[in-house]
């Protein structure tokens, strides 16, 4: 099994849609999450930290079920700008970031 | 956000030729440091973690002798691949561990923006 999974995409939506991607991990001893958005040919940008409480940003909402090793994201009112690939990210301390293979979504005029 | 460079940003060279990629933390210092590769459609593997003033610590199946990593100072990693071949094109991208940010176990880690190799 792989260290982090995720939604296979492509994902492809209408503006103005909810969308939301769900990440497992398999590492119970992970510590930190994150969202990277990564547009085509471009490196990782950072979206958001995933805290257990939950946390959001503006149209972004980002969640953490540390029970079922799962993180999600969800998106609302979704802009044609929001099409890139989404990779979710874990970590435990002083490790390397171990990414997922990334979910495409393409926001549809 | 912090900031970190490479360079170059795309190479093409012909096949068995050296090429050595920098990556530096712009506005921080990173005695940690992360190299990446990434195939088309892929996810970002880690190839190796840089760490100043010693030696990098591979993935496994990552060949240290063609990879090879130097982490000189606190805002200095460099990649060279020796001896490239058509197999080692792809996309490589460094991020560097900002070790003032954060909360203890957390990791803000920035990436820079990747160097395409094309080897011919």
Known sequence: RKEVEQDP?????PEGAT???????????SQSFFWYR??????PKLLMSVYSSGNEDGRFTAQLNRASQYISLLI???KLSD????LCAVNRFDTPLVFGKGTRLSVIA | GAVVSQHPSWVICKSGTSVKIECRSLDFQATTMFWYRQFPKQSL?????SNEGSKATYEQGVEKDKFLINHASLTLSTLTVTSAHPEDSSFYICSAR???????????QYFGPGTRLTVL
């Open chain 1, 9 to 13: 995409g492509p994902f492809n939506v």
């Open chain 1, 19 to 29: 969308v939301a991607f769900n990440c497992t991990y398999s590492n119970s001893a």
């Open chain 1, 38 to 43: 990564q547009d085509c040919r471009k490196e």
């Open chain 1, 76 to 78: 609302r009112d979704s």
């Open chain 1, 83 to 86: 099409s890139a690939t989404y």
């Open chain 2, 45 to 49: 593997m880690l190839m190796a973690t």
């Open chain 2, 98 to 108: 900002d070790e003032g940010q954060g909360v203890i176990g957390a990791d803000t």
